[in-house]
């Protein structure tokens, strides 16, 4: 037996919101391509405008999968977005140019997966759980492959786990007249990777937390779509922020202070956002007039 707790209604249709997501989400990470394109980086950004668009999504789906319940599932749907996800991000960044379709068809199939075995198995008996877990998995992944794009520049498994290259010299036989040659062997180096250095676990729990905190924040009888959203995109930049950070470790330096600006701008604009259709959500919930602040007009 389940019993459901209404959310929000009204707003944008779940399905407008997903296309929208996986639109974004989609064509965000392929933009990145323009750095192999044009042979600068400046373009990674749009990996972390493609995590974003797919957080956005992810956090109505959370919304609508965790109205069956109190709430507390919150956390977990988010770490299981992540698991699921991630299995499908590394295995999806093989296939070349083809890697964020690949993803996102391999992370709704584990999802779906997941969901058949939450819901038939373990009998967890909510109706709308296979279709969230497929979605969550694919916002999951698509999270992981838009930051791990914007960080490296680029979406393909060479580029996330080679960190650099080494050259190797042996000395070889004597050549004639009694020259002495060597062996030169390229070698790469993998410990300074985005995965080999760990940077996607980082990259992990960034997306995680950035996924289930909205709806977690503004769970209550007075949650609004447009408040939840606007939080999902304010968290998601300030995630852009931290993973352009870590940027500087592989790009060059116009190239991550780019996408520092970027995320600082959209953060900014987001916070705004959402401190003022808090104030409207609580000045509506209260029936009182808007706290007047000091130096504001309101």
Same mark, same amino acid.
């Given at each position: 037996?389940t019993?459901?707790?209404?959310a929000?209604?009204?707003?944008?249709p779940?399905?407008?919101?997903m296309?929208?997501g996986?639109v974004?989400?989609?064509?965000?990470?392929y933009l990145?391509? =323009?750095?192999?394109?044009t042979g600068?980086a400046? #373009?990674?950004f749009f990996?972390?405008?493609?995590?974003?668009?797919?957080?956005?999504?992810g956090?109505?789906?959370?919304?609508?999968?965790?109205?069956?319940? =109190?709430?507390?599932?919150v956390p977990?749907?988010?770490?299981?977005?992540?698991?699921?996800g991630a299995?499908a991000?590394?295995?999806g960044?093989k296939?070349?140019?083809?890697?964020p379709?690949v993803?996102?068809i391999?992370?709704?199939?584990?999802?779906?997966?997941i969901?058949y075995?939450a819901?038939?198995?373990?009998n967890?008996?909510?109706?709308?759980?296979v279709?969230?877990?497929m979605?969550?998995?694919?916002?999951?992944?698509?999270?992981m =492959?838009? #930051?791990?794009a914007?960080?490296t520049?680029t979406?393909? #498994?060479s580029g996330?786990?080679v960190?650099g290259?080494?050259?190797?010299?042996?000395?070889?036989?004597?050549?004639?007249?009694?020259?002495?040659?060597?062996?030169?062997t390229?070698?790469?180096?993998f410990?300074g990777s985005?995965?080999?250095?760990?940077?996607?676990?980082?990259?992990?729990? =960034?997306?995680?937390?950035?996924?289930?905190?909205?709806?977690?924040a503004?769970?209550?009888?007075?949650?609004?779509?447009d408040?939840t959203?606007?939080?999902?995109?304010e968290?998601?930049?300030?995630?852009?922020?931290?993973?352009a950070v870590m940027?500087?470790? #592989?790009?060059?330096?116009v190239?991550?202070?780019?996408?520092v600006?970027?995320s600082?701008?959209?953060?900014?604009?987001?916070?705004?956002?959402y401190?003022?259709?808090?104030?409207?959500?609580?000045?509506?919930?209260?029936?009182?007039?808007?706290?007047?602040e000091?130096g504001g007009?309101?």
């Amino acid at each position: 037996m389940t019993v459901k707790m209404e959310a929000s209604e009204g707003g944008m249709p779940h399905n407008t919101l997903m296309i929208y997501g996986i639109v974004v989400a989609v064509v965000g990470t392929y933009l990145t391509y =323009l750095n192999v394109v044009t042979g600068i980086a400046v #373009f990674s950004f749009f990996g972390g405008i493609a995590a974003i668009a797919a957080l956005w999504w992810g956090s109505d789906t959370i919304k609508h999968l965790c109205s069956y319940g =109190l709430g507390t599932g919150v956390p977990s749907a988010g770490m299981v977005a992540f698991g699921s996800g991630a299995i499908a991000m590394i295995a999806g960044t093989k296939f070349g140019l083809a890697s964020p379709i690949v993803t996102l068809i391999l992370a709704a199939i584990l999802g779906a997966v997941i969901g058949y075995i939450a819901n038939s198995i373990i009998n967890m008996n909510i109706p709308v759980m296979v279709t969230s877990l497929m979605e969550m998995a694919v916002v999951g992944a698509m999270t992981m =492959l838009g #930051f791990a794009a914007m960080c490296t520049g680029t979406f393909m #498994f060479s580029g996330l786990v080679v960190g650099g290259m080494t050259l190797s010299m042996e000395p070889s036989a004597g050549a004639a007249g009694g020259a002495q040659t060597f062996l030169v062997t390229v070698l790469p180096e993998f410990a300074g990777s985005l995965i080999g250095g760990a940077a996607l676990a980082v990259i992990f729990f =960034l997306g995680a937390m950035a996924l289930q905190h909205p709806f977690n924040a503004c769970l209550g009888p007075n949650e609004s779509q447009d408040r939840t959203l606007m939080l999902a995109i304010e968290v998601g930049f300030l995630s852009m922020f931290v993973v352009a950070v870590m940027s500087y470790a #592989f790009l060059d330096l116009v190239s991550a202070t780019v996408g520092v600006a970027i995320s600082l701008i959209g953060w900014f604009y987001s916070y705004k956002q959402y401190i003022a259709l808090s104030k409207r959500d609580a000045y509506d919930w209260l029936d009182a007039k808007p706290i007047r602040e000091v130096g504001g007009d309101q």
